[in-house]
């Protein structure tokens, strides 16, 4: 499983950073960051390919978040900026074979996750 921190509470327009410890296996793997909202489907967020190289966004965070790898330190962060209530959720890492998958189900290994609350 993988292992999500750096949550908390902050207020509009803030900045956040969140990291994903991963096991030695998940190098060769897609990692994802996923978020949940109470009463909500859980969405993806950002994507990161196996060497580190290449984000990919949703709609919603492009601009603002930024997803990048160590794969020396066995870690994808999540630089979260300019935060809006909206992004108020519990956010997930997770790991797929699937490159450039945006579908939760594609993806494994997922761990707790770390709350993260925006307040207006």
């Known amino acids: 499983q993988l292992q999500a921190s750096g949550g908390g509470l902050v207020q509009a327009g803030d900045s956040l950073k969140l990291s994903c410890v991963y096991s030695?296996?998940?190098?060769?793997?897609?990692v994802g960051w996923f978020r949940q909202a109470p009463g909500k489907e859980r969405e993806f967020v950002a994507g990161i390919s196996r060497s580190g190289s290449v984000g990919d966004y949703s709609d919603s965070v492009k601009g603002r978040f930024i997803i990048a790898r160590d794969n020396a330190k066995r870690t994808v962060s999540l630089q979260m900026n300019n935060l809006k209530p909206e992004d108020t959720a519990d956010y997930y890492c997770?790991?797929?074979?699937?490159?450039?998958?945006?579908?939760?189900?594609?993806?494994?290994?997922w761990g707790q996750g770390t709350l993260v609350t925006v307040s207006s």
């Open positions: 030695g296996l998940t190098y060769n793997k897609r």
């Open positions: 997770a790991t797929s074979y699937t490159a450039r998958s945006r579908a939760s189900t594609d993806f494994a290994n």
